[in-house]
T-cell receptor, first 112, second 113 residues
Framework: EAQVTQNPRYLITVTGKKLTVTCSQN?????MSWYRQDPGLGLRQIYY???????DKGDVPEGYKVSRKEKRNFPLILESPSPNQTSLYFC???????????FGNGTRLTVT | DAKTTQPTSMDCAEGRAANLPCNHS???????VYWYRQIHSQGPQYIIH???NNETNEMASLIITEDRKSSTLILPHATLRDTAVYYC??????????????FGGGTRVLVKP
């Protein structure tokens, strides 16, 4: 089944403790991206990647890192999480041209 | 990307057609209309998209007016599982700047028994 898989689904951590949210897709998509969703602010793009070893900042990249060493994986790294990064995170991928985005099921992160 | 305007919420009776309007009066000639939905805190799900012709797939139909300034998503036989927030998005698919989708507030659809 074609899908975007994120792990974990839920994560509670403390300020400053490094964490990684994994994202993997099995559709051989070149493009992958990360969004966060907050009440009243909608979905905002954090980082995106057009291909392996090609990443770029989205609208809200501060406090986040990403890497794209393989086509299928696009992990989101929080080196020193802070409470304002408490949010619902979505990974997405898509194929070429006007093909639609496929989203993962989300990771709900709480930083205390 | 062109801005879209959707009603904040609407109710629909189970088994009836749900017609969701979207205004995009500033749409440009090469911008597509996309529809996604998000069921409570799940990842947004793609529904359908089109440029100027009406489109239909197994989930829904998309009707785009001739001047392309508005469109309607039609769920032909709404079920309780169609309760979700529906987003209308207008964008140029090949646009390189992040290829991001700008999600507005969407329409909160409640399907009632």
């Amino acid at each position: 089944e074609a899908q975007v898989t994120q792990n974990p689904r839920y994560l509670i951590t403390v300020t400053g403790k490094k964490l990684t949210v994994t994202c993997s897709q099995n559709m051989n998509h070149e493009y992958m991206s990360w969004y966060r969703q907050d009440p009243g602010l909608g979905l905002r793009q954090i980082y995106y990647s057009m291909n392996v070893e090609v990443t770029d900042k989205g609208d809200v990249p501060e406090g986040y890192k990403v890497s794209r060493k393989e086509k299928r994986n696009f992990p989101l790294i929080l080196e020193s999480p802070s409470p304002n990064q408490t949010s619902l995170y979505f990974c997405a991928s898509r194929g070429v041209n006007n093909s639609p985005l496929h989203f993962g099921n989300g990771t709900r992160l709480t930083v205390t | 990307d062109a801005k879209t305007t959707q009603p904040t919420s609407m109710d629909c009776a189970e088994g009836r057609a749900a017609n969701l309007p979207c205004n995009h009066s500033t749409i440009s000639g090469n911008e597509y209309v996309y529809w996604y939905r998000q069921i409570h805190s799940q990842g947004p799900q793609y529904i359908i998209h089109g440029l100027k012709n009406n489109e239909t797939n197994e989930m829904a139909s998309l009707i785009i007016t001739e001047d392309r300034k508005s469109s309607t998503l039609i769920l032909p036989h709404a079920t309780l599982r169609d309760t979700a927030v529906y987003y209308c998005i207008v964008r140029v698919p090949q646009r390189a700047a992040g290829n991001k989708l700008t999600f507005g507030g969407g329409t909160r659809v409640l399907v009632k028994p």
